[in-house]
């Protein structure tokens, strides 16, 4: 079993620059990967994501590089052509306007296309230790999913045996309860009529009475969805989905049952199961 919530985070330096790295997993019906990436390394976008639908089985994965504090200074380039024009055009424009005060050379260094900067590009030394450290957080997210899965499933585990031994119990109180009714059933009518009752109509009411109050096949039915849910959570991969719905079918069971018994401790039982249900569903919303 495995959770769908983790979250890694890393933060390392190269020559070049300083970087972070951050994994962030929630919960998600399918998979789906968000990776963020900064410009220079935009070109990875699609390998990452690939990457990550192939590490993680289910949830919503959110992948986001950061890099800052450059450490190397980008080269400069100066276009001399560009500068002589410059220089000429603003040399004339002096000479027309009878300007006394010199051509000061460096303004001409501040306009535009003068210099250019080259772009900053990622040597193959810093892309690698970028690589290394995603790995990192892929393995450090995917143990906390199963760490906190650990847990999720100590707690599913003690609400399942809260159902069954619920059900079990459930069981004994239903057969009480015909039983009691039944001859409930049988004073009022010897009461009422006496001698007088036709014994054939009461056997009758008493066998429609017993077919209301009957319970097994649902008893039957939960026991069944009991075993089946134990059995998956011993499973491998993508179980989320199936022990969401064997919960589904228990809570109609349960549903079912206090449908058919008038009685108050069965009815205190029921709360509880439907109670230890709903634990589970939301459970099986974060197992992958």
């Avoid at 040597?123 to 970028?130: Q, T």
């Amino acid at each position: 079993m495995e959770s769908m919530t983790g979250y890694a985070f890393i933060e390392q330096s190269t020559t070049q620059f300083t970087f972070s790295v951050e994994i962030k997993s929630l919960n998600s019906k399918y998979i789906e990967t968000y990776v963020n990436l900064p410009r220079v390394i935009r070109t990875e976008e699609d390998a990452l994501a690939r990457m990550l639908k192939s590490s993680f089985e289910r949830g919503k994965i959110e992948l986001t590089i950061d890099i800052y504090d450059w450490q190397e200074t980008r080269p400069v380039s100066i276009n001399g052509a560009v500068i002589e024009k410059y220089y000429k055009e603003l040399s004339e424009i002096h000479r027309r306007l009878n300007v006394v005060k010199p051509l000061d050379f460096e303004s001409i260094l501040g306009l535009e296309g003068v210099t250019t900067k080259e772009k900053s590009s990622i040597s193959g030394r810093s892309m690698a230790l970028i690589n290394e450290c995603i790995s990192r957080a892929v393995k450090t997210a995917v143990k906390m999913r199963r760490v906190e899965a650990l847990s999720i499933n100590a707690d599913i585990t003690d609400s399942i045996d809260s159902i069954a031994r619920n059900c079990s119990e459930i069981k004994k109180m239903s057969a009480d309860n015909a039983k009691s009714k039944m001859s409930n059933l049988r004073d009022k009518i010897a009461e009422l009529c006496g001698n007088l009752a036709d014994q054939s109509r009461i056997q009758t009411e008493i066998a429609l009475m017993a077919d209301k109050l009957d319970i097994n096949e649902e008893i039957i039915r939960l026991n069944d969805h009991i075993k089946k849910f134990k059995s998956v959570q011993k499973q491998k991969g993508q179980i989320g989905k199936t022990l969401d719905f064997l919960s589904q079918e228990m809570f109609r069971e349960i549903n079912t049952i206090a449908s058919k018994s008038n009685s108050s401790n069965i009815a205190h039982a029921v709360v509880d199961v439907k109670n230890h249900i709903d634990k589970i569903r939301e459970h099986c919303r974060n197992v992958v």
